[in-house]
């Protein structure tokens, strides 16, 4: 599941703030207990700009297992 942020109707300026926030926000917002585990953000520019996806993983998520455990 992602959260889908449209900053088409904001100037260039404006648009790479309000990134910025919600992706800070993704960041630091979430807790593993509660999820979701992999927070998501489409952000969409609109105009020439590609949609860019943000995917933040707590490092308990990818944190790689040894063979021993």
């Known amino acids: 599941m992602f959260e889908h942020l449209d ?3 904001l100037d ?4 790479d703030q309000a990134a910025r926030t919600a992706i800070t ?3 630091t917002g979430f807790d ?3 999820g979701p585990a992999v927070p998501s953000l489409l952000l969409t520019q609109g105009g020439a700009h590609a949609p860019r ?3 933040a993983a707590h490092h308990y998520v990818v944190r790689p297992r040894s063979p021993g455990g």
């Open 32 to 34: 593993i207990r509660t």
């Open 7 to 9: 900053l088409s109707a």
């Open 12 to 15: 260039d300026t404006a648009q």
């Open 25 to 27: 926000a993704a960041q």
């Open 53 to 55: 996806l943000f995917l």
